[in-house]
């Protein structure tokens, strides 16, 4: 349990933070502007502050200077501000992180854990537990995958990839969101990116996109993992015209991305941040 200080000045989200964080275990104290919140940091030490900037009597980022003025406590900024000088300047100033509303409050929560354990101020992750799809089993703490009893070797990258997917079984996920979660590309990147590891996942998965069996491509809108044997969404499929569907083009090469290893000995690669499952608790509001 982290004890929490939400500063945010609309009384629902603020309401909604409070009741999601609480029901994770954390204790949360709240203000409503950026003053009572600076007071607050300073007089109850806080585990961590999640911050909005805009707030009715101070910005939050001058807040945010004033408070690394006198403390060092983590402070997470969650704001619709979601223009890029904006979020470099909110990081110069000394925010740990940056979440732009809406989100989902699983992403928060993940978020929070993150910084703390990046600053030794976590509790110890119990292992999470391993995700069966049909004849696949993904061990995200172990960082292993086996296919049909079958150990897959896989790069650290392909194993995040697969382990984002696994836990969102089902679901629809898009290319953006595997770009901001995987490759913590929040900003965007290349769709080719994840196409391609697509690619090689299809082939250690013995499958093609035009012949899938977990891995089915939703056109237009992502890719989701599937057993095999479950009815595919209106959609899956190859692409118009019979080419590939993305995610099966050629890949660079015969095998992996030059410089990445098997899963063997790696470390946990962060894939845990969605906004999938959890409600909605944040709006696009002013802040």
Do not use: N
């Not at 607050?40 to 806080?46: E, F, G, L, M």
């Not at 061990?139 to 296919?147: I, K, N, Q």
């Not at 899963?263 to 690669?269: I, V």
């Amino acid at each position: 349990m982290a004890h929490l200080l939400v500063v945010e000045d609309d009384p629902q989200l603020r309401a909604a933070l409070v009741r999601a964080l609480r029901e994770r275990g954390h204790a949360v104290a709240t203000a409503s502007a950026g003053m009572a919140g600076l007071d607050a940091a300073v007089t109850h030490r806080p585990d961590l502050v999640v911050l909005d900037l805009g707030l009715p009597d101070v910005d939050g980022g001058q807040v945010l200077r004033m408070l690394r003025s006198v403390s060092d406590v983590p402070v997470i900024v969650a704001t619709a501000r979601d223009d890029e000088p904006q979020i470099v300047a909110a990081l110069e100033d000394g925010a740990d992180d940056y979440i732009v509303k809406p989100f989902g409050s699983g992403q928060l929560e993940a978020r929070i854990k993150a910084v703390l354990r990046r600053l030794g101020k976590g509790e110890p992750d119990e292992p999470e537990p391993t995700v069966r799809v049909g004849g696949l089993l993904v061990a995200p703490s172990a960082r292993e995958v086996t296919l049909d009893g079958e150990r897959l070797d896989l790069t650290p990258r392909e194993f995040d990839l697969l382990c984002y997917l696994a836990r969102r079984q089902g679901q629809v996920v898009s290319r953006r969101e595997l770009l901001a979660e995987v490759w913590q590309q929040p900003l965007g990147g290349a769709d080719k990116t994840v196409d391609v590891h697509l690619s090689w996942l299809r082939r250690k998965l013995g499958e093609t996109a035009q012949r899938p069996r977990y891995l089915h491509t939703v056109r237009t809108v992502g890719v989701k993992l599937a057993a095999p044997g479950e009815e595919p969404s209106a959609g899956d499929g190859p692409a118009p015209g019979g080419g590939p569907a993305p995610g099966d083009g050629p890949a660079p090469g015969d095998g992996s991305p030059s410089g990445e290893g098997s899963t063997s000995g790696e470390g946990s690669t962060s894939g845990e941040r969605s906004t999938s499952g959890d409600g909605s608790t944040s709006g696009e509001g002013s802040g």
